[in-house]
């Protein structure tokens, strides 16, 4: 390579939020994003920070994370390190966004849940009402269909809708009215369960894009990334969408958490981090 050659620059920085974490999350991401620096590549990043750490989502009642995400509308574009998530109901939360194509919204992870009866009685039941919408539903099985489509891949999978012939059932009618759009791209709905064994049983012939519910899509997701090494070796993207169905916000995050007990020791694996910048 001739030695006078060197990177062209674009002239306008690419602006992309970058939303700080808790532990070796932030280790992580600092030096993670010493690969998305101009000499590396070629492109003028402008950093916009939030610092998402739980002690100051708790100094600012979460108002941090909101404008953390008006920045992202903004911007387009977002990074994640992990955060911790807090344990009492009444503590600021998870600003986790998590994704297998899942449904990051409502499910069980929205749902109204009580008790009733005398509390450690025999007698005492608990309850729970989940709720889906359909245009989640479309959104999530049609960005499957238009990834198998740019990965020559098949769409696998799908909820129990046999059981749930109404509520998971709104999931596969869509999936099928998505099939529909999409005739090129392979199509082989299975139950929620059976998905799980196929995964672990059959090799396949291409890759397989699995559209799931908010709580499947949890669980899939960490099947999926043991079976080819660990967390620490994939990233996890989150995506917004206009009513085209089209990506206006995309924020790719490591799916792993803060793992406290590596924290300061220059010992955790660095992959998924790594990978996140490069999906942004």
């Given at each position: 390579?001739?030695?006078?050659m ?30 998305l ?9 402008e950093?916009?920070r ?5 002690a100051?989502r ?13 920045a ?15 344990e ?17 919204v ?27 919408t ?10 499957a ?8 891949g ?6 129990k ?10 999931l ?16 082989h ?13 059959a ?7 699995i559209?799931?519910l908010n ?12 079976l ?7 990233e996890?993207?989150?995506?917004a969408?206009?009513?085209d169905l ?6 790719a ?7 406290p ?20």
């Amino acid at each position: 390579m001739p030695t006078n050659m060197r990177t062209n620059l674009t002239t306008t920085p690419l602006e992309l939020v970058v939303c700080e974490g808790d532990e070796t999350g932030q280790e992580l991401l600092d030096e993670a994003l010493r690969v998305l620096a101009p000499s590396v590549v070629g492109v003028e990043i402008e950093l916009q920070r939030f610092d998402l750490s739980l002690a100051n989502r708790r100094r600012t009642a979460n108002a941090v994370v909101h404008e953390a995400a008006e920045a992202m509308r903004a911007a387009g574009f977002g990074l994640k390190a992990a955060t911790i998530t807090s344990e009492g109901a009444d503590d600021v939360g998870s600003p986790n966004p998590i994704a297998v194509v899942r449904m990051a919204v409502g499910d069980a992870y929205g749902a109204e849940e009580w008790r009733a009866g005398m509390p450690g009685g025999a007698d005492e039941s608990a309850g729970r009402t989940e709720r889906i919408t359909r245009s989640s539903c479309r959104a999530v099985a049609e960005h499957a269909f238009r990834l198998a489509a740019s990965m020559t891949g098949e769409v696998y999978g799908g909820p129990k809708w046999t059981v749930s012939a109404r509520y998971e059932a709104l999931l596969k009618e869509e999936m099928d009215a998505a099939a529909a759009r999409h005739p090129e791209v392979g199509y082989h709905p299975v139950l929620i369960d059976a998905a799980y064994a196929g995964l672990l049983t059959a090799s396949g012939d291409g890759p397989l894009v699995i559209p799931a519910l908010n709580r499947d899509g949890d669980c899939l997701s960490d099947l999926v990334l043991v079976l080819f090494g660990s967390i620490a070796g994939a990233e996890s993207v989150l995506l917004a969408f206009d009513a085209d169905l089209a990506a206006t916000v995309v924020m790719a995050e490591a799916p792993h958490g803060t793992a406290p007990s590596l924290a300061g020791k220059n010992l955790a694996n660095p992959m998924a981090m790594l990978l996140a910048c490069a999906a942004v």
